[in-house]
């Protein structure tokens, strides 16, 4: 492996830009196998997948702090691996098996990991966001310095309970940090067709909210604004809006063709843009790594996710009693 030190152009060293290509390429590849297997019909329902968007989350998690928490909405599985969640138990929920995080009920959608802090995984559109606000609530109302991400797309930022929330969090100076994967499409309808404003951002100055339009497809750029927003937060000057604008190379879901935009795009998006690649170059062009250095953590990556695919497939399915099981809670934990 190379050395330990600064990686060219950026004040980040070869061992940190390692660790984001590694974590991108991680839901890059994880992402492509989850592909695979809804082809293959061991995936059912609805299926949203990160590739594209990737610096998002491995660039904001860069910057949050152990009990930090992330809410997220349908397309989640990046936000579950950036935040330490295994990939065993992610597919095994994807594929409704009893391994997963959710014991096989939740799907692609709907699951959830206490230990990682992170509390869904949302199906409805924007429900998730007045959730991070409340996650926030919590934190403050304990006084443990910790801070929420609330991520939401473009589409849903022209929900109404987006701005509900915003009025709230910044009354009540809550720590949390709305984070808007802009990624152009929303489901299907280009946000400049979909969209008056000319920035989904600067609609948090009316209720005195700060933020910044950041450049998704740039990890470092990511965790720069990231870094920010987490200070701004920890400080108790509330809420903090990011924009960030990304891109998604499949369509909003797997049934979904994508015919809104042309293949050009996407490809010049791919050639040009694109997040992992970019790290790559970084890597190469700086000599922080070699082709095969990088080759051996993608050899290294392939295998985890067929070890989790693996385990998708060998795990059982639940046993019928779990549709009575998590509905109701019996007791009422006591905070101590």
């Keep these: 492996m190379p050395p330990k030190q600064a990686a060219a152009k950026s004040n980040v060293s070869a061992e940190e830009l390692l660790g984001h290509y590694r974590e991108m390429l991680l839901i890059r590849r994880f992402e492509e196998k989850a592909g695979q297997l809804y082809g293959m019909g061991l995936i059912g329902g609805f299926c949203h997948l990160y590739i594209g968007q990737e610096a998002v989350v491995v660039g904001l998690e860069a910057a949050a702090g152990e009990g930090d928490k992330r809410v997220t909405s349908y397309r989640d599985h990046g936000h579950m691996l950036a935040c330490g969640m295994d990939p065993k138990g992610i597919m095994a929920e994807l594929t409704g098996r009893e391994g997963g995080f959710s014991k096989g009920k939740g799907g692609s959608m709907h699951m959830f990991s206490k230990e990682k802090h992170f509390y869904g995984g949302h199906g409805i559109v924007g429900a998730q966001v007045p959730l991070g606000a409340g996650l926030a609530f919590s934190d403050k109302y304990k006084g443990n310095d910790r801070v929420t991400f609330a991520y939401f797309g473009d589409g849903a930022a022209n929900q109404g309970q987006v ?174």
């Design 163 to 336: 701005y509900e929330t915003y009025n709230m969090a910044q009354l009540w100076d809550l720590p949390v940090i709305f984070v808007i994967e802009n990624n152009g499409y929303a489901m299907g309808t280009s946000v400049v067709r979909s969209t008056k404003s000319p920035s989904l951002w600067e609609r948090g100055a009316a209720y005195g909210i700060k933020g910044e339009e950041v450049d998704g497809m740039n990890v470092l750029a990511v965790k720069e604004a990231g870094e920010r927003a987490v200070a701004h937060c920890r400080s108790g000057k509330g809420p903090y809006i990011l924009e960030v604008k990304t891109y998604r190379y499949r369509g909003h879901s797997m049934s979904d063709p994508a015919k809104y935009r042309t293949r050009d795009e996407v490809q010049k998006m791919r050639d040009e843009r694109d997040p992992i690649e970019q790290v790559r170059d970084m890597l190469l062009t700086g000599k922080h790594a070699t082709d095969d250095d990088l080759k051996a953590i993608d050899k290294e990556i392939k295998a985890i996710v067929n070890d989790a695919a693996e385990f998708s497939k060998e795990s059982p399915e639940p046993h019928l009693d779990e549709l009575w099981t998590d509905i109701y809670a019996t007791e009422i934990p006591q905070e101590a």
